[in-house]
């Protein structure tokens, strides 16, 4: 399936723009593997996806064994009873929409994560992890923002690069992605994701697409596989 239309599964629909780009993200914290709030810790940023919410998010990272700092950004869009979302699609215009949206919800998520680390400085450059929706924005940031962390972990998505033309990824200054992706996921099949590494390695950047037999959802095997690469990357 091409990445428009798997995009269109999960992104369609119409609502109000963003907040402007100079305003910080809702967005709640978790601290895990026992740590406790006032400790020094790793920041880890997580995305949740459209239709779920940063408080729903909380159940992937809740029992996760390495001590860190989890925040769950909440996403800009509520959609009522159906949850939140990054960016919708427009009736008119709509690449140059999303476009716009994306490039304003990368500069939110920098201010917020400036903010964050204003206010209890963290271990290194945070990582950040995105789910389907959330996904999209981290290669986004890839893109966008690369040199604002040590690593980024998208999990079932793909990269919009329709939206990234005039981009040219710098491998001297991008960081680590490892993309995790279900085998049985038919919402966002993993043959996009795999569109999307090869195409970041053909840029030279160190890029990493981890199967994992699963649906569009991180649990099980996939989510205990990005609970350990979080653990090795802030060791």
Do not use: K, N
Not at 136 to 144: D, G, H, N, P, V
Not at 196 to 203: N, R, S, V
């Amino acid at each position: 399936m091409h990445w428009l239309s798997a995009l269109l599964l999960v992104a369609c629909g119409t609502s109000p723009a963003p907040a402007p780009t100079s305003t910080v993200l809702e967005h709640l914290e978790l601290t895990t593997g026992g740590a406790r709030a006032t400790d020094s810790l790793p920041l880890v940023v997580a995305l949740h996806g459209r239709g779920d919410t940063a408080d729903g998010f909380v159940r992937a990272f809740r029992d996760m064994p390495t001590p860190a700092r989890v925040v769950l950004l909440r996403a800009p869009i509520h959609e009522g009873e159906s949850g939140d979302a990054w960016f919708t699609f427009q009736r008119v215009d709509t690449w140059r929409h999303v476009a716009d949206d994306v490039d304003a919800l990368c500069d939110r998520i920098v201010v917020t994560i400036d903010a964050l680390e204003a206010a209890q400085p963290s271990r290194g450059r945070p990582i950040l992890t995105g789910f389907s929706q959330g996904a999209m924005i981290a290669y986004a940031m890839a893109l966008r923002h690369p040199d604002r962390f040590a690593a980024l972990y998208p999990v079932s998505g793909i990269m919009i690069t329709e939206l990234y033309q005039h981009d040219h990824a710098d491998p001297s200054r991008t960081p680590p992605i490892v993309a995790f992706h279900g085998t049985r996921d038919e919402i966002i099949p993993i043959e996009s994701d795999r569109e999307a590494i090869e195409t970041l390695a053909q840029h030279g950047i160190h890029v990493e697409l981890r199967p994992h037999d699963a649906t569009h959802w991180l649990d099980g095997a996939m989510r205990d596989d990005l609970w350990a690469t979080i653990g090795a990357a802030v060791q």
